[in-house]
């Protein structure tokens, strides 16, 4: 029950110097930073990031801390996330959260499948929770080879207790086509305890309904248009959920509800519908 | 053995099960996400506030924690009438106490909106005459009695829905801007919207928000709240319904007591999400009890004879 304490913490940006930054692939980089609260994150949890004087956007927590930093994984597709892009170590930016539903781990033999920058989310997931997985199968799958993300990450968190399997739109590396393909005919043939994924909307949903026909479990991770990031201004709904506060990690049950919606349309700043193609 | 006390209250014609209400302006237009706010509990919605034309709102950062409260600038954000009849059709909302908000520069984007929506099943009209924070539209039209009448007495010509006017605290004299609704034909008056507010941070030296200033909501506004409901309630005989801060059942009982006839509650969600519309309802129906109500109607304005 909310009282006024004089000294509650109060959840406004927390200003941040950037540690470092790595390039992940010639257009996605990692951006560490200190903060306790975010390092203390769960797989699939977000931050609201402000980028002082552009923007303020959502953005998943991806990798494990790196001597206490925290860290987040982002590619330029706009003004907000072009200015992340390009801090350099010693800018300051602005952080608060951790926000958002985490990833549930689960024991057993799992299929990790991300797309793009949706592999962000599902690395830190691996890292965090591999000690309950008997069996991992990890889809990485990418629009070209050069985009392809964490693959040495994978490998090294992996130790011989699963595989990696590369996908390219173009056919540059791996197999040829979407990460939804190879997802899909693995999902028809072997037995999973659980589906963890993240990445565009289509494959994601293609995922969810081949998961559906065969009844196994899934959780994925949705993105939509965020404000608040904590259940308030509705900007991020998808039917009757709110992205930010139910999501942005969904389950079975939820992604059934939400069906209608789901792959078909997002909504912009301004609330209109958007269709997803 | 006490009776459960009766929670259902009817303004101006606008039934509710209870007298809570989600505020406008928050959670957004999706039918499907204002239904489970009712199913949450509430007595009715209010949708965002609805313009003539698509408004994508302010750059982020929009909201801002403070001390006892937040500040947001969102800037109207909303699809535009005909987007939002589209969504309205996609639903049945016929069982649905939805009010809808909305707003614009002139009176003659009132009458668009309305003639608009009166042919749907929506069951009534809030007027945003208090937006802090968007020029040409809001408070800026709600600061002028005149408009206030003008508008109310536009929107009330084209509909015969229950229209209530929402005022703002940013004004000279409230009462003032709560008769020319209530002379222009309002159905009731909501009180109050947020107070112009503005936070820096002090490490960037900038403000926060995009928009540089907002409106604070919140606990932190609250007896400011009280006393323009207990103000307009004594001067205007229609209904007013309370706004601001109401956080615990506590809040809403003082609201009640200070003349409103429900309470809309909006920050409160960031803290305690939907289910504070059991608890704050759960605390009214206790309270009624104890106290020998048979209705909330019974304590509406019991503070005015002191």
Request: proline share 5%; with cysteine.
């Amino acid at each position: 029950m909310f009282r006024y304490q004089a000294d509650k913490p109060i959840d406004r940006p927390r200003i941040v110097s950037v540690k470092a930054v790595e390039d992940e692939s010639p257009i996605v980089r990692t951006i560490y930073f200190d903060d306790e609260k975010c390092s203390e994150a769960l797989p699939g949890q977000f931050i609201m990031v402000w980028i002082p004087g552009v923007k303020e956007l959502p953005i998943s927590l991806s990798l494990p801390s790196k001597k206490g930093n925290s860290a987040i994984t982002v590619k330029p597709i706009g003004p907000g996330t072009n200015a992340l892009y390009n801090v350099k170590p010693g800018d300051k930016i602005g952080v608060r959260g951790p926000y958002g539903t985490p990833f549930q781990p689960t024991n057993g033999k799992v299929l990790i499948v991300g797309g793009g920058t949706g592999l962000a989310p599902l690395s830190l997931l691996c890292y965090k929770y591999i000690s309950y997985y008997t069996h991992i199968t990890v889809i990485v799958g990418a629009r070209t080879s050069n985009q392809l993300l964490f693959i040495d990450k994978f490998q090294d968190i992996l130790k011989g207790k699963g595989r990696i399997i590369v996908t390219t739109d173009d056919g540059s590396k791996g197999y040829r086509g979407f990460a939804s393909e190879v997802a899909e005919k693995l999902i028809k043939t072997e037995d999973f305890d659980m589906v963890y994924t993240c990445g565009p909307e289509l494959m994601m949903k293609a995922i969810f309904k081949a998961s559906e026909e065969r009844g196994v479990a899934i959780q994925a991770s949705l993105e939509r248009v965020m404000r608040c990031g904590f259940g308030i201004c509705g900007s991020c709904c998808i039917d009757r959920y709110l992205v930010c506060k139910d999501g942005p990690v969904f389950n079975t049950h939820q992604l059934r509800i939400m069906q209608d919606e789901l792959g078909v349309y997002s909504r912009d700043y301004s609330g209109r519908r958007v269709n997803i193609h | 053995m006490s009776s459960i006390p009766d929670l259902s209250v009817e303004i101006s014609g606008f039934k509710m099960k209870n007298p809570t209400m989600l505020a406008a302006g928050i959670l957004g237009v999706s039918i499907p996400l204002l239904r489970r706010v009712l199913e949450a509990g509430a007595g009715g919605v209010v949708t965002k506030s609805i313009g003539v034309g698509q408004r994508k709102g302010y750059e982020t950062p929009n909201i801002v924690e403070v001390s006892c409260g937040y500040v947001n600038a969102v800037g109207l954000s909303n699809p535009g009438i005909d987007e939002f009849l589209e969504e309205l059709q996609k639903s049945d909302i016929s069982d649905m106490p939805i009010i809808v908000s909305i707003f614009g520069k002139s009176e003659m984007e009132f009458f668009e909106l309305v003639s608009k929506l009166d042919k749907t099943d929506v069951k009534g009209f809030e007027l945003n005459l208090s937006c802090p924070h968007v020029s040409g539209v809001g408070a800026e039209i709600g600061s002028d009695p005149n408009m206030v009448y003008k508008i109310t007495k536009e929107v009330k010509r084209c509909s015969k829905k229950p229209i209530f006017v929402k005022i703002s605290p940013n004004v000279t004299d409230h009462i003032e801007i709560a008769r020319a609704a209530e002379d222009g034909g309002a159905d009731g008056i909501v009180a109050i919207n947020t107070l112009r507010a503005m936070v820096i941070d002090i490490e960037t030296g900038r403000p926060i928000l995009s928009n540089r200033v907002g409106g604070l909501s919140g606990p932190a506004i609250k007896p400011v709240a009280v006393r323009y409901v207990y103000d307009i309630s004594r001067n205007v005989k229609i209904p007013v319904i309370g706004c601001g801060g109401i956080n615990h059942w506590e809040d809403a009982i003082e609201f009640m007591l200070a003349g409103a006839s429900a309470v809309q509650i909006g920050t409160a969600i960031a803290y305690k999400g939907l289910n504070v519309f059991n608890e704050i309802l759960y605390g009214i129906s206790e309270y009624l009890k104890r106290k020998g109500h048979h209705s909330v109607k019974e304590i509406v304005g019991l503070s005015h004879k002191f």
